[in-house]
């Protein structure tokens, strides 16, 4: 791994709740009930109130539903090199023309509810994807059957060489007895759900503010997890986390710690390590065919943005310095070096600003400088507002730094602040010039589930309608057909072949700036939890919003 890789894990005071029992002569009872009553305590990806919702094909799930109510058939590490590792799912083959997979599955598992989970389960899963195409993110066009209680087979319309994987490990199953009663499975928001992962809500509660998951006496994983739950909290801002954690009262949070050695001096509980993490840009309303309007539907103008942001300082002012090199073409090599190829033009890309490049591709477009001092062209000023969600300081700081930096040379960033549920439906819907994002690496096997999740026209949607993931109204037939061509074929040339043909065309066409990589930070409690993720044990990404990583780091804590 790159040195100086960014995700900053950090361990720090664990939440307990304990019963309160009559105290043995020793103290073991008390010390026994207070180890088994551990509720860890974690931010949750909203900074205003909350609305429940566990619907785990929904984009507004609230943190904590995927990987840890429910789960997939087989967990994918994207910092590891074990392959696939079974949940529900024990083994796996696919057919050597990768139209097909057959999975034996896991024996003697339950539902939170107590019934038993069967072949039936992943086939109603699989059907419910297939005939309701607003939970089918996954792009699952095929048929699942049941061999017998405990295997099942996909079948698909064109060879899945990759995205066969992702059907394996990102389709979270639920249960046929219990969703087959849902009128509108697209809009519920299963406020009672019943799962199978190591978390339940049953025994929990939720807030506006704050919701507790507890763990699931029913899970399959015996003697997992260890604690007794989790409680997700929102915070208003990065700095009352950074506060919460330094008083003990955070256990598992991601942040961007300026002079994080003077702030965590005294407090040998927090610790820190540093990964890659989510590539962070700024996401473009790109393509005027699908209803975005005005310049920066222009690639010249977003290639302007992008040569004239000097990274190496917006990393300084904005992230202490934290952050990553990043790659022009947003290739994730600190994860996928295989097909990557070093011809596209930066790679990375320089921490150097570029702004008399950004000038000359503007004015080759035939944009002037008005009297403003911004460039234009028929009568519209390369002026835009950025939309960032409240309390987000290192991000809200990142779009101020840009603006700075490109305003010198004619563009101007004028910084929205809107609450999470208005930046979130906004995100969705294309309604707005620019936004910052972080774009988030599915666990897959190879690249090719990073750019058909961001860049397949597939994922997208005219303007006004619900996109996912494909924030960025991005359609492109060259990149559309080169996935294709990825997902279709075995052979390693052809497959390379067409990840230069995408490398070339997101760099061009740039409807996602590039910034830098981006890292967090995680909490545990030396004295009373282990086993959070560390640089030497990668087993999963140890970030609170990782999913279903968050799971698997759930079931492998351990207590003192």
């Known amino acids: 791994m790159e040195k100086g890789s960014i995700v ?14 009559p105290v043995s002569a020793c103290g073991s009872t008390q010390k026994s009930a207070e180890k088994k009553d551990v509720i860890i305590s974690a931010p949750t990806n909203a900074t205003t109130a909350l609305t429940v919702n566990y619907n785990p094909f929904s984009s507004l799930a609230l943190t904590g539903t995927n990987g840890g109510l429910y789960e997939g058939l087989f967990f994918c590490n994207s910092y590891g090199t074990k392959g696939l590792e079974p949940l529900l799912g024990t083994s796996y083959k696919m057919s050597q023309d990768a139209k097909s997979i057959e999975v034996n599955l896991r024996k003697n598992v339950v539902w939170s509810d107590g019934k038993p989970f069967t072949a039936d389960d992943v086939v109603y899963t699989f059907d419910l994807l297939s005939k309701n195409s607003a939970l089918n993110t996954v792009g699952f066009h095929g048929k699942a059957s049941k061999i017998n209680e405990n295997e099942v087979r996909l079948d698909f319309d064109q060879p899945q060489s990759a995205n066969g994987f992702t059907f394996l490990t990102t389709v979270y199953i639920v249960p046929k007895h219990d969703w087959e009663k849902k009128q509108d499975p ?5 406020e009672k759900a019943v799962g199978s992962g190591p978390l339940t809500v049953e025994g929990g509660n939720f807030s506006s503010m704050s919701y507790t998951l507890k763990k699931n006496k029913h899970y399959w994983d015996k003697g997992k997890p260890k604690v007794a739950g989790i409680r997700y909290i929102v915070y208003s801002n990065t700095q009352s986390q950074q506060d919460a954690l330094l008083a003990g009262q955070l256990d598992w949070a991601n942040l961007n710690i300026v002079n994080a050695d003077q702030v965590l001096s005294g407090k040998p509980a927090i610790k820190q390590v540093n990964l890659p993490s989510s590539q962070v840009s700024l996401i473009t309303c790109s393509n005027a065919e699908l209803g975005c309007k005005g310049p920066i539907t222009d690639p010249a103008v977003r290639k302007a943005i992008y040569y004239g942001i000097d990274r190496g300082q917006l990393n300084k002012l ?8 990043i790659n022009g073409s947003l290739y994730p090599t600190e994860q996928y070096e295989k097909y990557f190829d070093k011809s596209v033009d930066d790679s990375p890309v320089p921490m150097k600003g570029r702004a008399d490049k950004a000038e000359q591709i503007l004015k080759d477009a035939g944009y002037t400088k008005g009297a403003d001092g911004l ?6 000023s390369l002026s835009f507002e950025v939309a960032v969600t409240n309390g987000t300081s290192d991000w809200i700081s990142a779009v101020d730094v840009a603006n700075q930096q490109l305003k010198k040379i004619g563009i101007e960033l004028k910084t929205k602040q809107v609450s999470s549920n208005e930046w979130g439906q906004g995100l969705r819907k294309g309604d707005y010039d620019l936004t910052i994002y972080g774009l988030w690496l599915p666990n897959a096997t190879e690249a090719w589930n990073f750019y058909n999740q961001w860049f ?4 997208t949607a005219p303007k006004g309608q619900t996109a996912y993931p494909g924030y960025a109204r991005y359609n492109n037939e060259t990149v559309n057909k080169a996935l294709e ?4 074929t075995t052979d390693s040339a052809v497959k390379k072949k067409a990840y230069l043909q995408i490398q070339k065309q997101v760099f061009e066409d740039m409807p996602y700036i590039p910034l830098l990589r981006q890292g967090g930070q995680v909490q545990t409690w030396n004295d009373r939890v282990t086993g959070f993720p560390t640089k030497d044990n990668l087993y999963a990404n140890p970030q609170t919003w990782a ?10 804590l351990d207590l003192k």
Request: glycine letters at 10%.
């Open 456 to 459: 397949n026209g597939a994922k």
């Open 547 to 556: 999913n279903p990583d968050l799971g698997i780091v759930i079931k492998n």
């Open 485 to 488: 061509t990825i997902n279709s």
């Open 8 to 21: 900053k894990v950090v361990t720090a005071g664990l939440v307990a709740v304990a019963t309160l029992l």
């Open 318 to 325: 904005s992230f202490n310095n934290s952050y990553l090199k």
């Open 375 to 380: 460039y234009q062209k028929d009568g519209q």
């Open 186 to 190: 697209v809009g519920d928001t299963n």
